[in-house]
């Protein structure tokens, strides 16, 4: 079974930075795309940014500018960097990942529990 956990949550004063991490465990073999949403209690759940295997990367418009995506694969984890974040950046981040069990067949979707941000002063 794969299992997603990320970490990094926290509280920030507005103009802060975080660093989340999303680690993989269990048996598989590959990830392919590792992505983060965040979702505020009554609202959807928003994309926030993705990057696929080969370094390929996409960005919610909301974050463009200040959040970056990256992986490091020989860790099966992948970092979500925020900064200059604002009182509007506070949810509840998820990590989502589509992880191939075996090669040659289709990625499965996972997610993880996810983790508070929290920017107030």
């Known amino acids: 079974q794969v299992q997603l956990m990320e970490s990094g949550g926290g509280s920030v004063q507005p103009g802060g930075s975080l660093r989340l991490s999303c680690a993989a465990s269990?048996?598989?073999?590959?990830?392919?795309?590792i992505s983060w949403y965040r979702q505020v209690p009554g609202l959807q759940r928003e994309f926030i940014a993705a990057?696929?295997?080969?370094?390929?990367?996409a960005y919610g418009d909301s974050v463009k500018g200040r959040f970056s995506i990256s992986r490091d694969n020989a860790k099966n984890t992948g970092y979500l960097q925020m900064d200059n974040l604002k009182p509007e950046d506070s949810a509840v981040y998820y990590c989502?990942?589509?992880?191939?069990?075996?090669?040659?067949?289709?990625?499965?979707?996972?997610w993880g529990q996810g983790t508070q941000v929290t920017v107030s002063s």
């Open positions: 269990g048996k598989f073999y590959n990830i392919a795309t």
């Open positions: 990057m696929a295997s080969g370094g390929g990367t």
């Open positions: 989502y990942a589509t992880v191939r069990k075996n090669p040659g067949r289709p990625p499965g979707d996972y």
